[in-house]
């Protein structure tokens, strides 16, 4: 069926480069989606990318896609503060819904 | 241009009532979905509208339901709310058909007591 996984943890120091990963069991997932949740919030949709790209980079985001192997991720480089939230990628197939994985929570220290 | 907007934000409820959440998509949206959160459940699809019509269905109790209007407006309805319906219930809304992005509103808390 299908499934999204994700690391539950990521901690990293002001100023790196955060990856986050993701992988899906869904080969008919036509777009792939990264959303962040701050606490008390909504989704914010921050990119997404269509599932013939290898790439997609927006500023300091970019989202790397292997189609073979079912892995997407997000590079959030010069990570600050205010990017510590929980990230969410989703899957979308064939019907018009999303299929979350867990959120991977990002801590980002000093 | 306006945001999705859910209303309320808070509510709280006691067991055995019913509940009416609301979501209008952002103006030309016409695709409206509904997801609950939930710590150990992560975020689940309850359903998804498009021009009125239920295009999708999640795998929830038939307590949960929803509606769009003629605005593309849309309600999801909890009866028989349990302690386990508590929940953030976020709707989201898209162009619908092949348009790619979502964008989801702040949520309504539900907390049933």
């Known amino acids: 069926g299908e499934d999204v996984e994700q690391s539950l943890f990521l901690s990293v120091r002001e100023g790196d480069s955060s990856v986050i990963n993701c992988t899906y069991t869904?080969?008919?997932?036509?777009?792939l989606y990264w959303y962040k949740q701050e606490p008390g919030a909504g989704l914010q949709l921050l990119t997404y990318?269509?599932?013939?790209?290898d790439m997609k980079q927006d500023q300091r985001l970019t989202v790397l896609l292997n189609k073979k192997d079912k892995h997407l991720s997000l590079r959030i480089a010069d990570t600050q503060t205010g990017d510590s939230a929980i990230y969410f990628c989703?899957?979308?197939?064939?019907?018009?819904?999303?299929?979350f994985g867990t959120g991977t929570r990002l801590q980002v220290f000093p | 241009k306006a945001g999705v907007t859910q209303t309320p934000r808070y509510l709280i409820k006691t067991r055995g009532q019913q509940v009416t959440l609301s979501c209008s998509p952002i103006?030309?949206?016409?695709?409206v979905s509904w997801y609950q959160q939930t710590p150990g459940q992560g975020l689940q699809f309850l359903f998804e509208?498009?021009?009125?019509?239920?295009?999708n269905k999640g795998n929830f109790p038939g307590r949960f339901s929803g509606r769009q209007f003629s605005n593309s407006r849309s309600e999801m309805n909890v009866s028989t709310l349990e302690l386990g319906d508590s929940a953030l219930y976020l709707c989201?809304?898209?162009?619908?058909?092949?348009?790619?992005?979502?964008?989801f509103g702040s949520g309504t808390r539900l907390t049933v007591v």
């Open positions: 103006s030309g949206h016409r695709s």
């Open positions: 989201a809304s898209s162009l619908g058909g092949d348009s790619g992005g979502y964008t």
């Open positions: 509208y498009f021009s009125e019509t239920q295009r």
């Open positions: 989703a899957g979308r197939g064939n019907t018009d819904k999303l299929i």
């Open positions: 990318i269509f599932s013939n790209m």
């Open positions: 869904d080969s008919s997932s036509t777009y």
